[in-house]
C-alpha cells in the first residue's frame, strides 16, 4: 500500500530555513505527481509546490516563490521542500501528497498522504 512519511519539520527564528522530506513506498514513485500542501487548525489545507513525475515541471503557490524549492530524487523515492526565509505565516502542518494526475495544487487531486510534520517560525 502507498505509504508516505514526513520528516524534517521543527521550530525555527524567522528568516531561518528548513529542508522537509517525505519518504515514499508502495508504488512506483517515479510515476507519480507529488507535492507540498500545508494547514493550519481551522483554515483550509494549501497547495505549496508540486513536481512533475520527472521533476522537470513544477507549480509554487505565490506565497512562497522566491523562498521554497520543490525537488524529488526518483531513484531514492523521496520528496523535498527546501524553505528559506521562513516568516511566522509559514507555521503549519506541512504534508507530502502523491497523485497519479498532473502536478496540481489542488488538494482534491491528490489521493494519497502522508501524516504531516509540524513547522514553527517564531
Known amino acids: 500500500h502507498v505509504q508516505l512519511v514526513e520528516s524534517g519539520g521543527g521550530s525555527v527564528q524567522h528568516g531561518g530555513s528548513l529542508r522537509l522530506s517525505c519518504s515514499a513506498s508502495g508504488y512506483t514513485y517515479s510515476r507519480y505527481s507529488m507535492a507540498w500542501f500545508r494547514q493550519v487548525p481551522g483554515k483550509k489545507r494549501e497547495g505549496v509546490a508540486a513536481i512533475s513525475p520527472p521533476g522537470r515541471a513544477i507549480n509554487y503557490a505565490d506565497s512562497v516563490k522566491g523562498r521554497f524549492t520543490i525537488s524529488r530524487d526518483n531513484a531514492r523515492n523521496t520528496l523535498y521542500l527546501q524553505m528559506n526565509s521562513l516568516k511566522p505565516e509559514d507555521t503549519a502542518i506541512y504534508y507530502c501528497?502523491?497523485?497519479?494526475?498532473?502536478?496540481?495544487?489542488?488538494?482534491?487531486?491528490?489521493?494519497?498522504w502522508g501524516q504531516g510534520t509540524q513547522v514553527t517560525v517564531s
Open positions: 501528497a502523491a497523485a497519479d494526475d498532473i502536478w496540481s495544487l489542488d488538494p482534491t487531486r491528490y489521493p494519497y
